[in-house]
């Protein structure tokens, strides 16, 4: 939903008057866009939240997955003690494990939508952080929102500061930033994503799937409003570290691959190697600049605590 706010327009001058100076419309325009600032920075720490949990989630069920699949796949060696005289009582439990596994896979592929949906609202609120004039110059309010409706009003109030030295373009920098994080991090999570769903408890097979492959209608819709979809080779750009190019040559995915790699995949989830955990992620210049509004509403105290996972 688009933010938006009324204020009394002022008072109107006789057509011989000189125009208002824009000075009138900034002292109108910048609550207007302190407030619309104050509503996307907690919309990206809700979707914050919103990652953490589904990526928790989707921990869970990758870890539930590997090991219903071991346990299959070492079912014919595992020593049964008195249930091994039980007729085909193997054959059994490997069928109730396949089906396991077929639920782990759906629950899995589900928590990595909700974190690609979570990253995409992240974007959204990088992009909805500049606050518009609205209305017809008929209208008797002056009002404010963060879509624009016209091509002259560029929302950032010509440059000015919204709180203390800090101007639109700075706070959608730094958002951008933060996010970038994600963005990077959700392409590591699809390919980890893409050797789960991988996993078989049948015979090894030949084919498996590719990165190129979608993994759910719609997904490159998606990625492409990430910039996780290239135009040029139709499919997904390959994953990498934070700054640091990528050299991932064509993935295909094995459908048993070695208890240890799957600990290695287990393990790089949880690490979540692209989102700095340890420190804010800002310049010294700019920490302490997003977190719980204090005092004067043009003076924020914000700032982002990564290892409690909210802004604080």
């Known amino acids: 939903p688009s933010y938006s706010s009324s204020y009394p327009k002022p008072q109107p001058i006789p057509s011989s008057s000189p125009s208002p100076p824009p000075s009138s419309m900034s002292r109108l325009w910048r609550p207007a866009a302190q407030r619309n600032l104050r509503n996307q ?9 919103q990652w953490a949990s589904s990526s928790s989630s989707g921990k869970s069920h990758a870890n539930s997955l590997v090991n219903v699949h071991l346990s299959q796949r070492y ?5 049964l003690g008195v249930l091994n005289d039980m007729p085909d009582i193997r054959k059994k439990a490997c069928r109730k494990l396949c089906k396991q596994q077929e639920l782990y896979r759906i629950k899995l592929l589900s928590s990595y939508k909700d974190m690609v949906a979570a990253v995409t609202q992240m974007v959204n609120a990088c992009r909805s952080m500049r606050c518009y004039q609205t209305g017809t ?18 929302g950032d109030g010509g440059g000015v500061s919204v709180f203390v030295f800090l101007s639109i373009s700075s706070h959608e920098k730094l958002a951008e930033e933060l996010v970038r994080m994600f963005i990077m991090e959700l392409n590591v999570k699809r390919l980890l994503v893409l050797e789960f769903l991988s996993i078989s408890c049948e015979v090894p097979q030949d084919i498996g799937l590719h990165w190129g ?4 209608q719609g997904e490159f819709d998606n990625l492409s409003t990430l910039n996780l979809f290239s135009e040029e ?18 993935v295909q995915c094995k459908n048993q691959p ?11 989830w949880l690490a979540e190697v692209n989102i700095n955990v340890h420190s804010t992620y800002c310049p010294k210049d700019r920490r302490n600049i997003f977190s719980n509004w204090r005092g004067n509403a043009c003076q924020p105290h914000i700032s982002y605590s990564w290892k409690k996972n909210h802004w604080v």
């Open 41 to 49: 920075w907690s919309k990206l720490a809700s979707h914050r939240q």
């Open 75 to 79: 079912m014919p060696s595992l020593e």
């Open 137 to 154: 110059s008929n209208s008797t309010l002056v009002q404010f929102s963060n879509s624009s409706g016209d091509q002259n009003d560029t």
């Open 213 to 216: 492959d979608q993994l759910y």
């Open 233 to 250: 080779t139709c499919e997904p750009v390959p994953p990498k570290l934070m700054d640091r190019k990528s050299d991932t040559p064509a």
């Open 258 to 268: 070695n208890p240890e790699v799957l600990q290695v995949y287990l393990t790089t």
